[in-house]
């Protein structure tokens, strides 16, 4: 559902595809040893084009902002889109609140007090409330992304711990099915049948489909995951 806000929001806000904050991993110290908030990355575009809902816009990141939102860690990356008038000059949190003037500080405040008219709730910043410069905020992108990859890895295990789990079940069966004095030839057939000449053994292609599967992900992760 779309979400409404009690003020009006000043800048583009939108998120990174491929990310993910990790619910399971405490931050350090610096942000109160804070948890993800198990949703995609955030991102503050600050350009000067009004963009469209669901538009996927190339960004250059300037730097984040920790925000401390019911307890966990909900980043919120600087961001300006490639094809702003400021975009060649805009390269770190410095350029922005030299050019920018208040625009730092605007977005913080703002996150600070959106939700006390809905929900009473004040939040709060990690790294005294400082914005992290921009190297920093994109290790805060890629380390998101990682926390991507190895969530869509475990949801994979877990499929095949389910197939695994069928697989067993249908022996299972076929046992009860040999022991009543059926003929179950057939049936075992058409759950596994031998390779056919030249054809590469089962494990074999198992292997070979997971390294493809492999490549395409990188190439996705590359694809989409953009960075200057």
Known sequence: SLREYASTLYWNYGAFPQTWEDPREPGGREVFHAR???????????????LPVGGVVPVKVLGALAMIDGGELDWKVLAIREGDPL?????????????????????????????????????????????????????????????????LSEEHEGEVEEGEAVRKEDEKESHRQEARGRNVA???????????????????????????????????????????
Request: net charge negative; hydrophobic share 35%; glycine share 8%.
């Open 36 to 50: 993800g908030d198990g949703d995609p990355l955030d991102v503050v575009e600050i350009g000067s084009e009004v």
């Open 87 to 151: 975009f060649s000059q805009l390269n770190s949190v410095a350029d922005v609140e030299r050019l920018c003037r208040g625009v730092v500080p605007g977005i913080r405040e703002w996150f600070r007090w959106y939700k006390l008219p809905t929900d009473n709730v004040v939040n709060q910043f990690g790294h005294d409330e400082a914005a992290l410069p921009a190297a920093d905020a994109e290790r805060v992108v890629y380390r998101a992304h990682e926390h991507y990859l190895r969530l």
């Open 186 to 228: 057939v049936y075992i057939e058409t759950k596994e049948r031998p390779p056919a000449t030249g054809e590469a053994p089962a494990d074999a292609r198992q292997r070979e489909t997971e390294t493809k599967a492999g490549e395409k992900g990188e190439h996705v992760r590359k694809q989409k995951l953009w960075l200057p």
